[in-house]
């Protein structure tokens, strides 16, 4: 009878130590996470263009927004987002009340980009360019 009691104390202790490992982490995936882990970092808005470009030319993550205004006071919003690879532009008009059929958000992406003066220029895969508005041309 004693020697009954125990096997099944053993079976009984031994599935709980067989679901209680089942239930936590391994330790080869706890292993990867540590030596690999994920970092993420949001990007840094700055202030002016030149800072975007600088930030461009380190590799590290930007924003940069610019926002015009109609000549009826409409906000055009110019955004740069760089990643670390991409310069994404987008350009929102969507809160221009006489855009008319064109109103919306167009985005585009580009590769590089650069300031000669009063212009800066925004560089494609296929070595097009695109030019940066900088100034209100009123």
């Known amino acids: 009878m004693i020697k009954r009691i125990c096997v099944i104390v053993i079976f009984a202790v031994s599935m709980c130590l067989l679901i209680l490992n089942g239930c936590s982490p391994s330790v080869k995936k706890q292993t990867q996470e540590k030596n690999n882990p994920e ?6 808005t700055v202030d002016s263009i ?8 380190q590799d590290l993550s930007a924003k940069y927004q610019l926002t015009k205004t109609t000549a009826e006071g409409d906000p055009i919003i110019h955004t740069l987002d760089y990643d670390g690879t991409t310069i994404k ?3 929102d008009n969507t809160k221009d009340k006489f855009a008319g059929n064109g109103k919306g958000v167009i985005t585009k992406e580009y590769r590089n980009i650069y300031k000669e003066g009063d212009l800066c220029y925004l560089l494609s895969d296929d070595g097009s360019k695109s030019i940066f508005p900088l100034l209100n041309p009123r």
């Not at 030149?50 to 030319?57: A, R, T």
């Open 39 to 44: 970092v993420k970092t949001a990007a840094i």
């Open 50 to 57: 030149d800072k975007f470009i600088d930030y461009v030319h």
């Open 89 to 91: 532009y987008t350009y």
